[in-house]
């Protein structure tokens, strides 16, 4: 009596392989998102000359601790942090916007809890000492297609971190405002372009609940300067900043 042979059906096992490869990846890159890093993209030039529209960069989740921004949709598990941190001032930072919890906004955090932060004449004040500019060139800024040179500054924050801004005129409609006390548990921000910043000094924005962190801007990792899409490959070779790849976000 001839035994009958069962051949294993190749093309199905093949797909429930592929189908458990793509739930091992979905599952690790969800992992890394919520709780490593997390990539944006720059829409604004707010924080110009720091970062440009089209800059791609990783922002670190693990940094500030973790709250319910630190998950996907922003899912309303917990409150508060869990081992949170304060940042740094001078760092930069994505959190999402207090007035509606749901915008990403980006901005260098330089007033901590208990700060007075002012500006007068386009000079930042904390805890009433004026902070430390120097002239740092210009920086070509695009108006009506052409470019039009803008003052540069290195700022030096209390503890010594430096970074470049941008200010256009000392008189601008946020270069001179009051004080503002920042209460427990919030952040000050501002964007390095100075004037063309929605940031803490507006209403809208105002001072930035800790919980709101959603992390720290790392690294840029591509950039691109309207010419090209990070999802058409295709059109790297002319529209990639070379010069701006694999940079760390001071």
Not at 30 to 41: D, G, K, Q
Not at 82 to 101: A, H, I, T, W, Y
Not at 178 to 195: C, E, L
Request: without cysteine; glycine residues 10%; aromatic residues 12%.
């Amino acid at each position: 009596m001839r035994e009958s042979l069962v051949m294993p059906d190749r093309k199905s096992g093949g797909i429930r392989e592929t189908l458990k490869t793509l739930v091992y990846a979905v599952g690790i890159a969800l992992v890394v998102r919520t709780f490593a890093f997390e990539p944006f993209n720059i829409p604004s030039g707010s924080m110009k000359p720091t970062l440009l529209v089209g800059d791609y960069l990783f922002v670190s989740k693990f940094a500030y601790g973790y709250s319910r921004f630190s998950l996907p949709l922003g899912l309303p598990l917990f409150s508060g942090r869990v081992l949170e941190r304060l940042p740094e001032r001078g760092d930069v930072v994505v959190f999402k916007l207090p007035s509606d919890n749901k915008t990403d906004y980006i901005k260098r955090v330089v007033g901590l809890p208990g700060d007075r932060v002012q500006v007068r004449d386009g000079v930042l004040y904390i805890n009433g000492e004026a902070v430390k500019l120097e002239p740092a060139g210009e920086f070509d800024e695009e108006f009506d297609g052409r470019a039009v040179p803008v003052p540069q500054y290195r700022e030096k924050l209390p503890g010594g971190r430096t970074h470049l801004i941008m200010d256009l005129t000392p008189t601008g409609s946020l270069d001179n405002t009051g004080v503002f006390h920042v209460p427990p548990g919030h952040i000050f921000a501002m964007g390095d372009n100075r004037d063309n910043s929605l940031d803490s000094r507006v209403e809208n924005v105002g001072f930035i609940p800790v919980e709101n962190l959603i992390g720290r801007a790392e690294l840029l990792f591509f950039s691109v300067n309207g010419h090209a899409s990070f999802w058409e490959p295709w059109t790297w070779p002319w529209g990639i900043r070379y010069d701006r790849l694999f940079r760390l976000i001071q």
